[in-house]
Structures are given as structure tokens and as C-alpha cells.
């Protein structure tokens, strides 16, 4: 089998989303949904209602009490948080254990990076008129997804992609690609299709480190951009470090300048620090 | 005993046994500084060049920003007998994403206002490895003042 139908082979096998999620998720498209309607389906599923309740209490979601019960939660929280926590409670099972170790993350770090992508991507998403926030908090979430799947064949040709990208100056991207044939903002794009997401977060998640990304849908510039100012404060970065060009002109558009990417960064570091439950997930 | 300095932090070691160190510094700035005589040293982990942009992060993170959190950072070391004229001063990180218009030239500027601090303060920088699109680890062992750099793929090396 070729490296490339090697991994493909891979991304066919790998689990689905879990189908509580995404059955909540169009729930709550239905504004006669209520709270026991809710709780009736994520109940079935035990590892989603224990992150939920592990969740939902972080200050970042700034309810207004402690929750101890899945029924409470779910009168409490609004929903369109709601949708937040439930994503987040549904993926880290995605992240768990060494997820990024072929990338030289260290555990908990790929999930680290996901979440603080998340969390940046929702605060930019005024800029990007259109945007619905949720959409970005969950494309944030998985746009590396790829990486967890991609993991054990990069740690294969480590030192290659690592001579490509040090040596010979590409971007860490584009070495994977060459080596393997696929990278990982390809493969999580293959991904969240096989997992029924979106075809703007799709692309979203193919194009996060395509050089012109700012240039492109709303959506993809806001990802790409979420992901870079992540990596620049330099949070789940790895082996890749920050290699590889994201061309700022056409932040411009969004009426974005430097002096807001800063202010963005700087926020960042106080709400990963409220968002710690979340981070913590994936342990 | 290991300190692990986050980003917008500062730590000081003062036991030969105690190393500082700083994770992951992208664009971020990590400044060590340490006193051969008085034994003592410290790690600054800053994020942004500027406290203008935001003084209610300033008051509650003076570490995330070089203008506050350097002039800091050396007020303290000197309260455990460490003098300016001693200290051996090093700097890494402020790396960057390759971009034409310089939006994101957070690195850069990072790197531009050490220097500015350090040019009218007269303080001289003893070793430094910045730029580049690399990700930087630092380590400050307090008791010998060696200093470790370890770069994203790369192995571990003395600054």
C-alpha cells in the first residue's frame, strides 16, 4: 500500500463524532428544545455528561453558580455556550494520551493548542461579519485535528521532514506534504467531512496554514489567523515551530490592525486561565 | 528545585539547586539574568513589547509586557544582592511567521524594545539567540549560571 492510501486507510477507520453531539447540536437549532429534551439524549452518553459538568463550571463560561448535575447545567447555561461546552466535552476524547507526540507535543499539548485556538477564535469572530461564533470556537477546536491521525507517520520520517524544513527552509507543512504525501490541515479537512461538519469549516480547516488564508472566506481567514497568533505566543507549537508565511494584508479587511493582534494575545493568556477545566480534559 | 516560568511570568532562584525554566517561547521574549557572586538569577517570560495597548492587563500581569516587566524583574533581583554591573544578561525567542506586511512582526518588536531598554540603561547583553521561525526553550541553572537553549527538533545546547 502507498503512504498515502496508508493514511487514508487510517482516516476511513477513524471513530466517529460522537452522534450524542452531534444530535444536541441540531437540537439546539430548534428553538422549542428544552432543557429535559436535552438532557434525555446526552444522558446515553457517560463521557460526555462527566465533561460537561467538568466544564461548564470554568470561569471562562462565567455562569453564575456551581453546577453539580447535567439537568442543571443545562437550565443554566445558555445555549449557545451550551453548544461550546458540548463540543468541547465530545472532542477531547480525540486529544488523549500522547495525540501530538510525532510532532514532538507533549501530552495534553495538541488539546492545549486546540482549546486556546478555540478560545481565540470566538473572541476575534466580531471582526468577521457573518461568522457565528460557535462555528469558530469549533473549527478553532479542530483545525489541527489532522495531526492526531498524522502523528505516528511523521514520527516515521521525522528527521527527513525536520532536514526539509530546517535544512532546505520550507514550511513545515509543505515538508510533511512532500514526505508523506498528505499533511495534517488536508487530512482534518478529509475528517470533518467524513464527520459531517460544515463545508465552510471544512475548508476552513484545509487552508489554516495556506500563506493566503487572510485572503480567502471570512471564516478561513478568522481560523488561520486564530491559529497564528497562537502559535506566535507560542502555545502546542512543536516541532514545526513557526515556519511557514501568513500574509497579515488582508487583515486590513476585517479592519484589524497590529495593535488589536496584541490586545487579542493579551487576552488570551487570562482566559486560558479561566478556561483551565477545559484545558484539563484531555487528561 | 525545577521553576517553570509561564508565559507572562517571572521567577527568581536563589538555591545552587534551583533551575529556571521557560517553555515554548514563540514570539514571546525569555530574559535570563544572573549575579556570579551573589548566586542568584531570574527568568522573565514576556509576551508583548507595549503596556499602552491594554494598563488593566499591566496592573494584573506586569510580566506580560517588556515596559513594565523587565524594570521589574531587575528591581527584584537586586532585593536578593544581585548589583547591575555583575550580572551576566542573556535573550532568546521573539521568533516569527514569515509575512510581507508585518502585521504579525509581534517577534520583531519584541525583539526591538529589549534592545531599546537595554541600549538607554546601559545593560549589555552577554549571549543572545533570537529571530528566526523556530520555537525556544531556556533553561538558567542558578548555582553555576549556565544557561541551556533547546530548539524546536533540535537538540539541547549551551547559550
Known amino acids: 500500500?502507498?503512504?498515502?492510501?496508508?493514511?487514508?486507510?487510517?482516516?476511513?477507520?477513524?471513530?466517529?463524532?460522537?452522534?450524542?453531539?452531534?444530535?444536541?447540536?441540531?437540537?439546539?437549532?430548534?428553538?422549542?428544545?428544552?432543557?429535559?429534551?436535552?438532557?434525555?439524549v446526552i444522558q446515553y452518553d457517560s463521557a460526555i455528561t462527566a465533561n460537561i459538568l467538568k466544564t461548564c463550571n470554568a470561569a471562562y463560561f462565567g455562569l453564575p453558580r456551581k453546577v453539580s448535575s447535567l439537568d442543571e447545567a443545562l437550565v443554566l447555561v445558555g445555549q449557545n455556550i451550551l453548544k461550546d461546552i458540548i463540543i468541547a466535552s465530545s472532542s477531547a476524547r480525540f486529544y488523549q494520551g500522547v495525540a501530538g507526540n510525532g510532532y514532538q507535543l507533549e501530552q495534553g499539548e495538541l488539546w492545549r493548542h486546540s482549546v486556546a485556538t478555540a478560545i481565540m477564535a470566538k473572541s476575534i469572530s466580531p471582526h468577521f461579519r457573518g461568522v457565528d461564533p460557535g462555528a469558530a470556537f469549533t473549527t478553532g477546536l479542530l483545525h489541527d485535528i489532522g495531526k492526531r491521525f498524522l502523528s505516528s507517520f511523521v514520527a516515521?520520517?521525522?528527521?527527513?521532514?525536520?532536514?526539509?524544513?530546517?535544512?532546505?527552509?520550507?514550511?513545515?507543512?509543505?515538508?510533511?506534504?512532500?514526505?508523506?504525501?498528505?499533511?495534517?490541515?488536508?487530512?482534518?479537512?478529509?475528517?470533518?467531512?467524513?464527520?459531517?461538519?460544515?463545508?465552510?469549516?471544512?475548508?476552513?480547516?484545509?487552508?489554516?496554514?495556506?500563506?493566503?488564508?487572510?485572503?480567502?472566506?471570512?471564516?478561513?481567514?478568522?481560523?488561520?489567523?486564530?491559529?497564528?497568533?497562537?502559535?506566535?505566543?507560542?502555545?502546542?507549537?512543536?516541532?514545526?515551530?513557526?515556519?511557514?508565511?501568513?500574509?497579515?494584508?488582508?487583515l486590513k479587511r476585517f479592519s484589524i490592525s497590529g495593535a488589536d493582534l496584541e490586545r487579542y494575545l493579551a487576552n488570551l493568556i487570562l482566559e486560558m486561565e479561566r478556561a483551565e477545566e477545559m484545558m484539563a480534559l484531555s487528561n | 528545585m525545577?521553576?517553570?516560568?509561564?508565559?507572562?511570568?517571572?521567577?527568581?532562584?536563589?538555591?545552587?539547586?534551583?533551575?529556571?525554566?521557560?517553555?515554548?517561547?514563540?514570539?514571546?521574549?525569555?530574559?535570563?539574568?544572573?549575579?556570579?557572586?551573589?548566586?542568584v538569577g531570574a527568568l522573565l517570560h514576556y509576551m508583548l513589547p507595549d503596556s499602552s495597548i491594554d494598563k488593566d492587563k499591566a496592573e494584573q500581569k506586569p510580566y506580560m509586557f517588556a515596559d513594565t516587566g523587565v524594570p521589574r524583574m531587575f528591581k527584584e533581583i537586586y532585593k536578593y544582592g544581585a548589583l547591575k554591573e555583575r550580572l551576566k544578561v542573556y535573550i532568546v525567542g521573539g521568533a516569527q511567521v514569515m509575512d510581507d506586511s508585518g502585521m504579525f512582526n509581534i517577534g520583531k518588536r519584541n525583539q526591538m524594545i529589549i534592545r531599546k531598554m537595554f541600549w538607554k540603561n546601559n545593560v549589555a547583553v552577554t549571549k543572545e539567540d533570537v529571530g528566526g521561525a523556530v520555537n525556544r526553550t531556556i533553561t538558567l541553572n542558578v548555582g553555576s549560571g549556565n544557561v541551556r537553549l533547546k530548539v524546536s527538533g533540535q537538540g539541547e545546547v549551551e547559550l
Not at chain 2, 525554566?21 to 535570563?32: F, K, N, Q
Request: aromatic share 6%.
Open chain 1, 1 to 40: 500500500m502507498s503512504r498515502v492510501a496508508e493514511i487514508l486507510n487510517i482516516a476511513n477507520h477513524i471513530p466517529p463524532f460522537p452522534k450524542v453531539a452531534m444530535q444536541v447540536m441540531r437540537m439546539l437549532d430548534d428553538p422549542r428544545v428544552q432543557a429535559k429534551d436535552l438532557a434525555a
Open chain 2, 2 to 39: 525545577k521553576l517553570i516560568v509561564g508565559i507572562s511570568d517571572m521567577k527568581i532562584g536563589t538555591k545552587p539547586d534551583d533551575e529556571l525554566v521557560t517553555y515554548s517561547l514563540g514570539s514571546c521574549i525569555g530574559v535570563a539574568i544572573w549575579d556570579p557572586v551573589a548566586k
Open chain 1, 156 to 250: 516515521n520520517d521525522f528527521q527527513r521532514i525536520m532536514d526539509r524544513t530546517y535544512v532546505d527552509g520550507m514550511a513545515f507543512i509543505a515538508a510533511e506534504h512532500e514526505i508523506l504525501g498528505m499533511d495534517h490541515a488536508e487530512l482534518g479537512g478529509l475528517i470533518l467531512q467524513k464527520w459531517d461538519f460544515s463545508e465552510e469549516m471544512i475548508r476552513a480547516v484545509q487552508h489554516h496554514h495556506d500563506p493566503y488564508a487572510l485572503d480567502l472566506e471570512p471564516l478561513i481567514a478568522l481560523v488561520a489567523m486564530a491559529n497564528t497568533l497562537v502559535i506566535s505566543a507560542g502555545v502546542g507549537v512543536g516541532a514545526g515551530g513557526l515556519t511557514g508565511a501568513m500574509q497579515g494584508e488582508g
